[in-house]
């Protein structure tokens, strides 16, 4: 199993645990939220970095 497939199945699991305590639209925010947190939290150049390489290359 790929690390890409582990981290999809994380966030799945996570959103289904979140769903029944907090509701949809709150869990459905916070899964999608998290990761762009992440990334606003980079440097410019870590941000510019992170466009020029190819997805293969994120691996």
Known sequence: ??????????GVAV???????IGFWFSLLIVLGVPAVA???LDPSQRRRLRRIS?????
């Open 1 to 10: 199993m790929t690390t890409r497939t582990k981290i999809v199945i994380g």
């Open 15 to 21: 959103g289904l645990l979140l769903w029944p305590l």
């Open 39 to 41: 990334y606003l939290a």
């Open 55 to 59: 997805r293969k290359e994120l691996r």
